[in-house]
C-alpha cells in the first residue's frame, strides 16, 4: 500500500516492484472509502485524474481484479452482476467530478459483466452435459 499526495501526484508504494508503472495503480486500487460511501477516496481520484493514463487505468483494473482473491463460485454469472453493479454506482456518483476515473469503472462494471455471461454459458453447458 503506499499514500498519494494529490500535489506531487504521485504515489508512494512501501515495497518496491518491479514493474513500477503498475504497482503504484494497483495499490491505489485499495484506497479508503470516502465517509460518504464513495469511493475511491477522493484524493486518489484527484491523482488519477491528473495523470489519466492507460497504464493507470490497468494497473488499478488489476488490483481490483486481484484484491477479489480466491472465492467460491456459485452457478452462473450472479457474483459476477453484483460487482458489475457496484462499480457502476460508483462511477456514476463519480463521472461529473472525475470523468477519467468514472470511465475507468465503468470499464471495471463492463468487464465484470462480460464475466456474468461467461458465467451464464458455462452454467448452461454444465446442465446440458452428463456427469
Known sequence: MGV???GTTTLCPIRPCRDRRSVHWSASS???AEETGEWPCLPVCEVMERVASQEIAKGFAVGIYNARGVHWRG???A???ELAAKYRNWAMKLVF???YVG???ENIAASYDREAGWQDSEARVRKRLPH
Open 4 to 6: 498519494v499526495d494529490p
Open 30 to 32: 485499495r484506497s479508503p
Open 75 to 77: 452457478e452462473g454469472g
Open 79 to 81: 457474483q459476477e452482476r
Open 97 to 99: 467530478d472525475y470523468p
Open 103 to 105: 470511465s475507468v469503472l
